[in-house]
């Protein structure tokens, strides 16, 4: 089990850009894939974007792709989600989790630990 920490939110005008941070607690974190969600309200919850233990191998919905990049750093147990180019329909609370093992996988229902989550708001 790993800890979830979100940051780096707030309230960006479109086109503008955001770095969310997700710290992990624990020294097995590279051994977990990490996700980022969404969920707007009134809306599913949705996988944004994945990664693997090493980081070699990422996953981005269609959504974001070319805007939004997934990496992280395992020697500070850390995931990160850039986001540029940001549009209203961006807007939600953010969260990320994370998934033992290898796999990317998409369903939420695999994921075990969450965190909080981040508020991202985009005024157009």
């Known amino acids: 089990q790993v800890q979830l920490v979100e940051s780096g939110g707030g309230l960006v005008q479109a086109g503008g850009s955001l770095r969310l941070s997700c710290a992990a607690s624990?020294?097995?974190?590279?051994?977990?894939?990490v996700g980022w969600f969404r969920q707007a309200p009134g809306k599913e919850r949705t996988l944004v974007a994945a990664?693997?233990?090493?980081?070699?191998?990422?996953w981005h919905a269609d959504s974001v792709k070319g805007r939004f990049t997934i990496s992280r750093n395992n020697a500070n147990n850390t995931v990160y989600l850039q986001m540029n180019s940001l549009k209203p329909e961006d807007t939600a609370l953010y969260y990320c989790?994370?998934?033992?093992?290898?796999?990317?996988?998409?369903?939420?229902?695999?994921?075990?630990?969450w965190g909080q989550g981040t508020q991202v708001t985009v005024s157009s």
């Open positions: 624990g020294r097995t974190f590279s051994t977990y894939t």
């Open positions: 990664i693997s233990q090493s980081g070699s191998r990422t």
């Open positions: 989790a994370a998934n033992y093992g290898d796999l990317i996988v998409l369903s939420q229902r695999t994921y075990a630990d």
